[in-house]
Nanobody
Framework: QVRLVESGGGLVQAGGSLRLSCAAS????????IGWFRQAPGKEREFVAADSWFQNNRNEYYADSVKGRFTFSRDNAKATVYLQMNTLKPEDTAIYYC????????????????WGQGTQVTVSS
């Protein structure tokens, strides 16, 4: 069982930045691939960013809507993953969730076994 706790959300003006954190309780955190998803009011939850191991290399993946503005990083020693969000737009307003998986395609929600409770990000225009 992995417990994930997100933090760092808040209210920011358009063009501003926030850094979300996702802290894990599990000591084997480094074996999990982590994804960030978000859900805006009235919309389905969507993929934002993730990392994934392939042939002994860790790669990062981003939704087109955030590519170039958001940066995924992780600190295995702290069992924490970060999402640096720059040049925020009002359409980035959503609840952001981190999730952990050990298998499958990074963009599919059903492949994630553990989810955090979410953190609200609100971007004002």
């Amino acid at each position: 069982q992995v417990r994930l706790v997100e933090s760092g959300g808040g209210l920011v003006q358009a063009g501003g930045s926030l850094r979300l954190s996702c802290a894990a309780s599990e000591g084997t955190f480094s074996t999990y691939n982590i994804g960030w998803f978000r859900q805006a009011p009235g919309k389905e939850r969507e993929f934002v960013a993730a990392d994934s191991w392939f042939q002994n290399n860790r790669n990062e993946y981003y939704a087109d809507s955030v590519k170039g503005r958001f940066t995924f990083s992780r600190d295995n020693a702290k069992a924490t993953v970060y999402l640096q969000m720059n040049t925020l737009k009002p359409e980035d307003t959503a609840i952001y969730y981190c999730a952990a998986r050990t298998r499958g395609y990074f963009g599919t929600e059903g492949n994630y076994d553990y989810w955090g409770q979410g953190t609200q990000v609100t971007v004002s225009s």
